[in-house]
Structures are given as C-alpha cells and as structure tokens.
T-cell receptor, first 118, second 113 residues
Framework: GAVVSQHPSWVICKSGTSVKIECRSL??????MFWYRQFPKQSLMLMAT?????????EQGVEKDKFLINHASLTLSTLTVTSAHPEDSSFYIC??????????????FGPGTRLTVT | AQSVTQLDSHVSVSEGTPVLLRCNYS??????LFWYVQHPNKGLQLLLK??????LVKGINGFEAEFKKSETSFHLTKPSAHMSDAAEYFC???????????FGKGTRLSVIA
C-alpha cells in the first residue's frame, strides 16, 4: 500500500527558533497533501491543504506566516513552524491521497511528528 | 457540508467481550466513510473503509462496520476484544473530489483483563 513518511518523528526546540517538518509520499505522487495538528487526547485538526506548485490553503484561524507550507514536488511537502513558542508544542500529522489508486478518497497518513518547544 | 459524531468519548469492555463504537454522519452526497485507529504517540492506521460497495465492510484485526443509510450510521464492531485493541478510534467522512477528511472527536477504547 501507499506509504507516507515524516521526518523528524520527534523534535525539541527552543522558543523563538524555527522547525521544519517533512512529509514524503514514498511510492506514489501526491498533488495534494494535508497537514493536521493534534493536541493530547483530542482529534485531528486540519491546518492546511498543501497543493503541489501552488500556495497552500489554510483553515480559518491558522496563521499563514507562522506555519509555512511548501509543496515543491509531487512527493514532498514541508511544514515550517516559525518563531516557535511553547503553545506550538503538539503532534503534527501529514497525509496524502494517491490520485491513481485513491478513488475512494482514502488518505494515507504519516506517523506524525512530536514537537516540543521549551 | 459534512460532519461526523462519535457518540461515546470512552468505551470500556472486558477482554473477550464484543466491542461497539458508534458513529453517525451527515453528508450532502454519497460519502466515503472510514475508521482509523491510533495507538499512543503513533500515527493513524486504517481499519476499514466504505466506498458505496457492500454495506457490511470487513477490516483488519477482526473489525467490521455496517453502513446504514437510513440511520446515517457507520458503527464499528468486533466480536471479541483483545488487550491490544486498546487505543483511540476515529470515524472519518470524506466527500467528493479533493476535499479534506472530516474527523470525529474520537472514542477511547479501554480493554480490561
């Protein structure tokens, strides 16, 4: 089946620094990827839809300048948390659809990245 | 617009007894429905999916779900719970085209020995 990877799986950074999270589709090309955020014991919250070669579409309430998304190729999308603060600490998960076999609109999820800002 | 309601935030069962996790959905058109499982500090794993074929869907690890359009439900069941089934379960609906998935709030399943 389709595989999505994320890197790093776990990162600690100091307040005020920036952190980049990578999301890769390993065996398929994804024109669209999605970024989610999950707080402890809560459901996934969609942050943005990442479109290859164009600007991301952000959900209401998500700061575009703080959460920079780049989808430069069909297999890679990156999320950069700029000037991170402790309240940005969370579990970030990406997903992607396989446009060839994904007729059921199924999304394949990455394993997630745990961000801790100190 | 689409939405998903998971009727129980927490379900506790004894090992070897049946599991029922309830999910109701709302959709303007024929939806695709999914159940995902998430173990602590892990990503999401697809259990099963409904895509307008058979209404009774069998998934991995002995789980199954039945799509009932008249009741707008997609409840997840398993005949006999195992300790390893303890996790968070999400009911998810997807609409047409490249629209994002809509997640329920999750149901935490505890399995008691």
């Amino acid at each position: 089946g389709a595989v999505v990877s994320q890197h790093p799986s776990w990162v600690i950074c100091k307040s005020g620094t920036s952190v980049k999270i990578e999301c890769r589709s390993l065996d398929f090309q994804a024109t669209t990827m999605f970024w989610y955020r999950q707080f402890p014991k809560q459901s996934l919250m969609l942050m943005a839809t990442s479109n290859e070669g164009s600007k991301a579409t952000y959900e209401q309430g998500v700061e575009k300048d703080k959460f920079l998304i780049n989808h430069a190729s069909l297999t890679l999308s990156t999320l950069t948390v700029t000037s991170a603060h402790p309240e940005d600490s969370s579990f970030y998960i990406c997903s992607a659809r396989d446009p060839v076999s994904g007729s059921s609109y199924e999304q394949y999820f990455g394993p997630g990245t745990r961000l801790t800002v100190t | 617009a689409q939405s998903v309601t998971q009727l129980d935030s927490h379900v506790s069962v004894s090992e070897g007894t049946p599991v029922l996790l309830r999910c109701n959905y709302s959709s303007s058109y024929s939806p695709s429905l999914f159940w995902y499982v998430q173990h602590p500090n892990k990503g999401l794993q697809l259990l099963l999916k409904y895509t307008s074929a058979a209404t009774l869907v069998k998934g991995i690890n002995g789980f199954e779900a039945e799509f009932k359009k008249s009741e707008t439900s997609f409840h997840l069941t398993k005949p006999s719970a195992h300790m390893s089934d303890a996790a968070e379960y999400f009911c998810v609906v997807s609409g047409a085209g490249n629209t994002p998935l809509v997640f329920g709030k999750g149901t935490r399943l505890s399995v008691i020995a």
